[in-house]
């Protein structure tokens, strides 16, 4: 089979046998790791029965009576069942939100598939990435509140509730009757989910009485065990939630009739069995909206310096092409209409003109990818500088451009998170002749350190051991480069890259993917998108275009799923691109990952926003949005830090 599944190495559950204390084994974060296939696989019975689904939403749609058109937000949604359900009864301002990957990338697969038009988000229930006032309504169901190791954090999901409600919204709540699972839990259970899994179940109550601790067992009549999994749920009774209401300035509460589950595989229901609906409603005034006369956002963008030399450049000097982009890039911000941007690229004054304009400007859009003083190697110290000036910016700080900067830096990251990566070794300057080839031919040759392609061309790709010390030898002598190079496994699969706008897994997009097409190249030359393709126009790997992948759909969700582990693990922030190359197998192998990827209006992630019906402009509007949203939510968690450490 060529399909992205069988990328990864096959790995069997760890079972760790009879064990006393259930509670020891369940990690606090246990909510991050449970909800996937086999979540769907274990609770399918309810939560993928579409008749359990309706018949919940028009009890809910009873107690609320919502007009068509209210804002609804289904937080903690999982894989969108009770949002679409909505969609289908004809509301049409519908948000999910929830914290596993998996389950948000099915709703929105199944979104598209039914041709709703549901928004489903990737976030914390904690830290809700919506404005004040937006909602009218707020849903949990389906028995998605108390996942939390402390109480503290769900009266932490149930204020930014209160605050993202509009005044006198309400929420509504379908959570596990606390005391009669306490009283009627089962201890032990198995079942059969279908002809090919069975589920064996522990349970067993936390010591303080509060939480019903849970151990599944799956297993597969072939395979064996599959997962040994522990988690935990609070156990709710009326008066507690209640309590837990008004402490968040909730009025009105009102408990409803019961939610059971006709499941019908009707065999052990758990935690889904009996459920309390509760209602309760925002009391609140609107939020007072400070107007200014300075009503726009000042930002000042940071640029390389045109004065200076730049040896990525065929003639080491800004040329007509930069300028032009450069007044693209003007002429696209100056028509958003909400911001003042001013622009900086004089690197000599830099510190002090920074200085000047530290107490306007609310953040600073760091496009400066060629570096302090238009030198590669120092780009990361352009946001250690603001980083000393206290100024907020865009893009990835010091420490992702330091990881990114080096390849074989981010080949064993990729590595070490089970992330699939062309073979490779590497030759130091001081080595001359290879007694032993570490690879099969072909291979590419890459300078380990760098950007935009240096150092890489058509002369790069080797057939013989003669090509390829020519291809080092014209990598030190030609471009000057005298650090390691990695000597990669050429693959001739398609290539491609994704482009992230956002911050995950809380909120972000994740651009049409898209691939070279070298079918303008003569046969002869190899396929690879080097210095040429975006430097030398007279160049025939000029005529590269790209265009919307044609991947299966696995293979495509194998790509996004592992850019957003990579996105979070190397600190990427606001937005970020990353190449990759399928193997003959069609494996896709991770080559580089771009932290501050081209800006420029004809470049990869412009053509990615284009494919999203995205405009120029609009793609900017984008990054500087998931900068705006990123600092807000920075500056509230530390205000909520610092108040948490006035209380204790």
């Known amino acids: 089979m060529n399909s992205a599944k069988n990328t990864q190495k096959v790995k069997w559950a760890e079972v760790l046998g009879p064990v006393e204390n259930l509670e020891s084994y369940v990690k606090a974060d246990w909510w991050k790791h449970l909800f996937n ?25 009873d107690i609320l009576a919502p007009a068509k058109g209210s804002m609804i937000l289904d937080l903690c949604c999982g894989q969108g069942r009770h949002s679409l359900e909505l969609a ?70 149930l204020n930014e509730v209160m605050r993202v409600l509009k005044p006198w919204g309400k929420v509504l709540l379908d959570v596990t009757d606390g005391q009669y699972m306490k009283n009627h839990f089962q201890p ?15 349970r067993s109550l936390s010591a303080d009485q509060h939480r019903l601790i849970s151990r599944e067992v799956i297993t597969h009549v072939k395979k064996g065990v599959i997962a040994d999994q522990f988690y935990a749920e609070r156990l709710y009774t009326q008066e507690s939630l209640s309590d837990l209401l008004k402490n968040s300035n909730f009025e009105n509460i009102t ?37 200014s006369s300075e009503a726009k956002k000042s930002v000042v963008v940071l640029l390389g310096d045109p004065r200076k030399t730049d040896v990525i450049k065929p003639e080491a000097n800004f040329d007509e092409d930069d300028f032009f982009t450069i007044q693209e890039l003007k002429k696209a911000l100056s028509q958003l209409q909400e911001y003042q941007f001013s622009y900086l690229d004089h690197h000599d004054t830099l510190i002090k003109d920074l200085q000047k304009m530290k107490s306007n400007a609310d953040f ?43 390849k074989s830096l981010v080949r064993g990251i990729a590595q070490e998170m089970d992330i699939p990566v062309p073979k490779a070794f590497m030759v130091q300057p001081e080595d001359v002749k290879f007694i032993e080839l570490a690879l099969d031919f072909p291979v590419i040759v890459k300078p380990n350190f760098g950007d935009s392609s240096f150092g890489i061309t058509q002369n790069n790709v080797c057939y013989d051991l003669e090509t390829l010390e020519n291809a080092i030898s014209q990598v030190r002598e030609k471009f000057g480069y005298h650090k390691p190079i ?14 992230i706008i956002g911050n995950p897994p809380e909120s972000y997009t994740v651009l049409p993917v898209i691939e070279e097409d ?20 007279d160049s025939p790997y000029w005529k590269i275009q790209s265009v919307p992948a044609n991947l299966p759909e696995a293979t495509e969700q194998f790509l996004v799923a592992s850019c ?46 284009n494919f999203a019906d995205l405009s120029y402009t609009q793609m900017l509007e984008s990054i500087l949005k998931a900068v705006e949203e990123r600092l807000q939510k920075s500056r509230r968690f530390k205000s909520e830090e610092e108040e948490s450490q006035q209380m204790a």
């Open 37 to 61: 296939a086999n979540y769907l696989r274990t609770d399918g019975d309810v939560v993928e029965d579409g008749a359990i689904t309706e018949q919940e939403i028009s009890l809910f749609t």
């Open 88 to 157: 289908r009864q004809g509301f049409n301002k519908i948000v999910g939100l929830d914290r596993s990957h998996y389950l948000i990338n099915r709703a929105r697969a199944l979104n598209k598939r039914d041709g709703k038009n549901v928004t489903f988000k990737e976030g914390d229930a904690r830290r809700l990435p919506f404005a004040t006032d937006t909602f009218d309504y707020v849903l949990l169901l389906g028995n998605s509140f108390g996942y939390f190791e402390s109480l503290q954090d769900d009266s932490k999901v």
């Open 188 to 202: 032990r259970s198995w079942e059969w989910i279908d002809k090919k899994y069975f589920v064996c179940r522990e």
């Open 255 to 291: 408990f409803h009739t019961e939610v059971t589950a006709d499941s019908k595989r009707n065999q052990d229901l758990g935690m889904m069995e009996k459920r309390i609906a509760v209602s309760a409603v925002a009391h609140k005034d609107w939020t007072l909206v400070k107007k």
């Open 364 to 406: 600073i859009l760091n496009l400066c990818d060629e570096g302090y003083n238009n030198e590669a190697s120092k780009e990361l110290h352009i946001p250690s500088l603001l980083e000393i000036l206290n100024l907020s910016y865009s893009g990835g700080n010091p420490q992702c451009l330091a990881y990114c900067y080096d």
């Open 486 to 499: 990695l000597v990669e496994q050429f693959l001739t699969g398609k290539d491609v890259s994704v482009g």
């Open 518 to 537: 070298y079918s303008a190249l003569p046969p002869e030359l190899p396929h690879v998108c080097g210095y040429e393709a975006k430097w030398l126009p």
């Open 564 to 609: 957003i582990k990579l996105f979070e693990r190397l600190e990427c922030r606001d937005y970020a691109r990353f190449d990759w190359r399928l193997d003959a197998n069609h494996t896709p192998r991770l080559l580089e990952v771009n932290p501050n990827p081209g800006w420029c209006w004809d470049g990869h992630l412009a053509k990615m926003a």
